[in-house]
């Protein structure tokens, strides 16, 4: 088994890129590194079944020899990173769908989606279920994400519907763990980094809006489960543990000790009031849950930046 992983030197995309090696698929990695890394592939590439190529997917994809499936995880993923790149971002969302998906044609190949929770904008329904269809600001700054993900989705379903193609579409919830950049700006590298360097924790508007933080392998395990069943319509894969950002960065601050500040900065725009997934068709059709506590997940985050932190300090 072959598989193409758009953005797999990402966050997700390197765990992903790490979960097929294991299952003993031969993987192919791309990536043009805008917001990948190559440290987070460094570790794979002296194995035998992977191959990296620096390519821009919103660009015509040359791949040679057969495919049994593409994975499409390209994308600029966190706040700060779309607001920073929105025409690449809406680029990859758009065209990136669209090239991936002509690959997955032209190659007989299954075809997954990296759809996200922003899809259901500020939502005014809680939990999110998957027939939900959102309140999202299409003009909004965040609006370049959103709306090229529900593109993407829509582009997607029409593949299947009208080629026929395979494809799976994962909703991804807030995710977090190892290989998130230590400036990455998303909530949870933020402030460990913050409490590591003993920098105040800023928390933006009162910290009442809430969120539910998915452990990387069990999302991973989620998607990778969609990717085998025949399933069609968007899933949700997240965890449903909702928790307050103001008690998030508090926990974060406790992990790791520190008595610095919680610091209170403006609301960005059209920030969500709440997310919380609606897991209910993950498990019943994929009989999946995540399995690993928000203690246990932010250990292990923890120590990853800690080390991580440790050496780019040794580096200077
Ligand atoms: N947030 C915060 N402080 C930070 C970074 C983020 O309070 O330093 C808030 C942000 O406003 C949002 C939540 O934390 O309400 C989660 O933000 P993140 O950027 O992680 O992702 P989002 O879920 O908004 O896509």
Known sequence: MRAAITGGAGFLGSHLCELLLEKGWEVLCLDNLVTGSDSNIA??????????ARQDVSRYIEVPGPLDAVLHFASPASPPDYLKYP??????????THNSLG????????????????????????PQP?????????????????ESKRYAEAMTMAYHRYHGLDTHIVRIFNTYGPRMRLNDGRALPNFLYQALVGEPITVYGDG???????YVSDLLAGIYKLLESNEHEPTNIGNPQEITILE????????VGATTPIVFHPLPQDDPKQRCPDITKAKRILNWEPKVSLE???????????????????AK
């Open 87 to 96: 025409i690449q971002t809406l680029k990859v969302g758009a065209l990136g």
């Open 43 to 52: 570790h794979l590439l002296p194995h035998a079944k992977f191959r990296f």
């Open 248 to 255: 998030f960065a508090e926990r974060v601050r406790k992990l």
């Open 130 to 146: 998957e027939s939900y269809w959102g309140h999202v600001n299409p003009v909004g700054p965040r609006g370049v994400y959103d």
């Open 208 to 214: 009442k809006q809430t969120r539910s933080f998915c």
């Open 296 to 314: 246990e997940g932010l250990q292990r985050t923890y120590e990853y930046f800690r080390e991580k932190l440790a050496q780019s300090t040794q």
């Open 103 to 126: 690959l997955a044609m032209a190659k007989n190949a299954r075809y997954l989606l990296a759809s996200t929770s922003e899809c259901y904008g500020d939502p005014q329904v809680s």
